[in-house]
């Protein structure tokens, strides 16, 4: 699989109230709060962002509270994956549980500038940069991760195979 | 080799015959829990897989606390919504109305949560129960609908992070003093996907409801579990309340850490942490003039008697500043039970501050005290990033009962000693 997308770039501990403000949390309607993706950093990204598009941040990225809502709206939002330099432990599962694909990668979150053009091969974590010609190599994905996300998240996986 | 607490919990919950660090393995779950925001998405990921019940009707516990008693018509749905799952699945551990309070304050007081547990919660505070001595650590809705479906979760080994706490702590230096110290000095990434094991002399001398605070806020360190050593004190706590066994996990002497750091709470001042990171802290005498709009005692953090008890003692007599709005939210019924029976509720009312219900509430910008543009707050809760407590221009910073009472008091940021001396 790839994925492809322009990069919008954010900066070290984007947290989950960043994400989605609590006060959008009585809901859990994707089309609800995709609309308020980013909002307290960026109030035009959910109407900036195309399908396919990729969110570059720095260190941490999801720290904060455990809410799944987080993941759930940048993946309504149409962004295709997110990379980082390291993500906060519980959004870093959620991703997986929920079929985002994340990956890790300093190297990159570093290098790459908002607008630049990805494409991501999931497989491999081969990461190009169109516009600049670079080339970067994502931190590999666990095999269990990777059965989670080609059977399309965690409950996915369980239905599949009938264990965790 | 030696083992530390949490690679001999996660090794007596797991089929897998060896693990190191970095693996990822299954582990049998203890107790599950998630609340009114997490537990929704849970349950319908768990009724799209059709099973006929949950893995275990004792070890899953609903608790109704972040927008309730429901501020609005979609939390009000919400919070139906569990409470039918709640009824029709025969859920026991089920905390609705006047039997709910603030999840991390209830499950310990409920004996729910036991030493040597592996336990999960669709809330990152889980990390709360390592104040116990167990492995706790805060997943997301699907974790805990895997949870129901199977008794199980995967978890990625971890490495542990020591931490030593030498010397006696100043009288109004607490357990939330000491965590944001350290969150401070290795700030909200310095322990990412890591165990912080917390010991010495002056954690040995601190209460359970202490060593909840510090384990509590583990999590803002970017740690997957925050576990302080059980021992007597903790035994006294649990004992009365346990409905099941439970063993007290030590560290091997020569178990491995990543690192080992000492701290000496001689030196450690009040700790304020300013907008809009739990790790911007400071020691209170470098604070400086910091007028306040509010001031919010409660939460998972702080909230338990204890941390009444430290407020109580401050506002005593004294009148709350004219215009700053004091909200003192009890965590649990049973502590607001005992700060009535104590004459506690009296003291405040009579400094001027308001009483809530135990909910969450303006902990995470939800209801019950929420932040106007430009307005300060100063809160005993865990977070303060942008728009935790309301407007995104408002501000949070965070100290323990202690500071907190004393400036609800003065109008600005204060130390104790201004008021008791
Ligand atoms: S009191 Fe605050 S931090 Fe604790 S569970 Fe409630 S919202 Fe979360």
């Known amino acids: 699989m790839i994925l492809k997308g322009r990069v919008f770039k954010f900066g070290d501990d984007i947290d989950t109230d960043a994400i989605i403000p609590a006060r959008y949390l009585s809901t859990s309607d994707p089309f609800v709060l995709k609309k308020h993706c980013m909002e307290d950093i960026d109030s035009t990204f959910s109407s900036k962002v195309a399908p396919g598009d990729i969110i570059v941040a720095g260190k941490n990225f999801g720290c904060g509270s455990s809410r799944e809502h987080a993941p759930i709206a940048i993946k309504a939002a149409g962004v295709s994956c997110v990379i980082a330099s390291s993500f906060a432990r519980i959004f870093f599962r959620n991703s997986f549980n929920m079929g985002l694909a994340i990956f890790e990668s300093d190297e990159l979150a570093s290098q790459v500038r908002e607008g630049d053009i990805l494409e991501v091969e999931v497989a491999t974590g081969v990461i190009k940069d169109l516009v600049t010609g670079k080339a970067f190599k994502a931190r590999g994905i666990p095999q269990f991760m990777q059965e989670l996300i080609a059977d399309g998240g965690l409950i996915e996986h369980i239905k599949k195979r009938g264990r965790l | ?421």
């Open chain 2, 1 to 421: 080799m030696g083992m530390t607490i949490a690679e001999k919990i996660l090794k007596s919950h797991t089929t897998a015959k060896e693990f190191k660090s970095g693996d990822i393995i299954k582990v049998d779950i203890d107790i599950a829990l998630a609340n009114d925001i997490t537990a929704p998405i849970a349950i319908k990921a768990f009724r799209s897989c059709s099973q006929k019940g949950v893995f275990d009707l004792d070890r899953i516990v609903l608790v109704l606390d972040h927008f309730t008693p429901n501020k609005d018509i979609a939390s009000a749905e919400q919070c139906k919504f569990v409470r039918d799952f709640a009824k029709e699945y025969h859920i026991g551990n089920f905390f609705d109305a006047g039997e709910a309070g603030v999840e991390h304050a209830l499950l310990p007081e409920e004996g729910l949560t036991l030493p040597g547990d592996l336990i999960i919660g669709a809330d990152s505070h889980t990390c709360t129960y390592g104040g116990l001595g167990a492995f706790a650590t805060g997943v997301g809705s699907t974790d805990f609908a895997a949870a129901m479906l199977t008794g199980q979760a995967w978890l990625k080994v971890p490495e542990s992070m020591k931490f030593i706490f030498k010397g006696k702590p100043g009288r109004w230096v607490g357990g939330k003093d000491l965590i944001l110290y350290l969150i401070g000095d290795i700030g909200v990434d310095g322990a990412l996907y890591k165990v912080l094991e917390i010991e010495g002399p002056a954690i040995s001398a601190l209460d359970l409801s202490n060593r909840l605070t510090m384990a509590n806020m583990a999590i803002e360190a970017g740690a997957k579990a925050g576990i302080i050593a059980p021992d007597a004190v903790t035994d006294a706590y649990i004992k009365p309340r346990a409905r099941r066994d439970y063993t007290m996990y030590k560290s091997d002497h020569d178990a491995t850490y990543v690192s080992i750091k000492e701290y000496d709470c001689e030196v450690i001042e009040p700790q304020v942490a300013f907008p809009h990171l739990p790790e911007n802290t400071r020691g209170i005498s470098e604070v400086g003039e910091i007028t306040l709009d509010q001031v919010v005692i409660g939460s998972c953090t702080n909230g338990r008697i204890e941390d009444l008890r430290v407020a109580a003692s401050i506002m005593k007599g004294n009148k709350v500043a004219k215009g700053l709005r004091c909200i003192i939210l009890p965590a649990t019924p049973r502590v607001f039970k005992m700060a009535e029976a104590e004459g506690l509720i009296k003291i405040f009312l009579e400094a001027g501050s308001i009483i809530g219900p135990p909910t969450c509430g303006p902990c995470l910008g939800g209801h019950m005290g929420i932040l106007a543009q430009g307005e300060r707050a100063l809160a005993t809760t865990n977070r303060n990033f942008v728009g935790r407590m309301g407007h995104p221009k408002s501000e949070v910073y965070l100290s323990g009962p202690a500071i907190a009472a004393a400036s609800a008091i003065t109008g600005k940021i204060s130390s104790p000693q201004e008021i008791i001396v």
